[in-house]
């Protein structure tokens, strides 16, 4: 049923899409402003969680501008998942969903990778690219089936759902990465905007560096990243 409904949003994802046409806006931007606009929506999300407390509204606001963003330009969305991974590590990846009392373990990467998913399955159906079979593929899609059953035997074992699935996504759902990439980084010029963002974000780490050298404590080094 939830892959029906996956299908149909899918679909009337790809309906809308056509109709607006966001095609002229997609190619008059920069390429490296929507990578800003999804570092900058999210991490004023994050930093505000860090300073404070999450902000249910807040997250709602970004997490649609990043959508947005996203949609016109999904390779944004991959590279800044990469960038905030590095910069802000747990509170980026492990940072639960807070809604009044209650507390979910969806984290604001997960929605990253839900928004560029459904960016690449209208673009499939668009046929604006074309999906390649490459030889790693099936290594991957055979661990996953793995890792899926492995998945499915703790279920019915009676092993708690929510952790069940939490070390799921650890082991094939954040693999998915790789088809992300292999979808969407299919020019030269999409793997040196890649391999530019990293080198950016590598710089950005140097912050943490010299944060560890003038205070004798690495900022955030008593929590674990994932």
């Known amino acids: 049923m939830r892959v029906y ?7 009337n994802t790809y309906t809308m899409y056509m109709k607006l046409n966001f095609l002229p806006l997609q190619k008059s931007l ?12 999210m991490g004023i999300f994050v930093l505000t969680s860090i300073v404070s ?14 959508a947005f963003i996203i949609f016109l330009y999904p390779t944004a969305g991959l590279i800044a998942m990469f960038i905030l991974t590095m910069w802000f590590e747990r509170f ?45 593929d099936g290594v991957i899609v055979l661990f996953g089936a793995v890792v899926t059953g492995a ?31 292999t979808a969407l980084l299919t020019s030269k010029e999409d793997w040196k905007l890649f391999m530019k963002w ?5 710089i950005g780490l140097l912050f943490f560096l010299f944060y560890g050298l003038f205070t004798g404590n690495g900022l955030w080094s008593e929590y674990t990243p994932l």
């Not at 990293?198 to 590598?202: N, P, T």
């Open 53 to 66: 407390t999450q902000i249910f509204s807040l997250y709602m606001v970004c997490l649609l501008a990043s």
């Open 92 to 136: 980026f990846t492990l940072q639960e969903l807070v809604i009044d009392v209650s507390s979910y373990k969806v984290y604001p990467i997960d929605f990253l990778l839900v928004f560029i998913f459904i960016a690449v399955l209208v673009r499939l159906y668009s046929k604006e690219i074309e999906w390649k079979w490459h030889r790693l």
């Open 5 to 11: 409904h996956l299908a149909v949003f899918t679909k």
């Open 198 to 202: 990293l080198c950016i974000g590598g």
């Open 30 to 41: 920069p390429k490296d402003l929507f990578v800003w606009l999804v570092l900058l929506s």
């Open 151 to 181: 998945l499915i035997m703790s279920v019915m074992g009676h092993t708690q759902f929510s952790l069940a699935f939490s070390t799921y996504k650890n082991y094939f759902l954040y693999g998915v990465v790789y088809f992300f990439a």
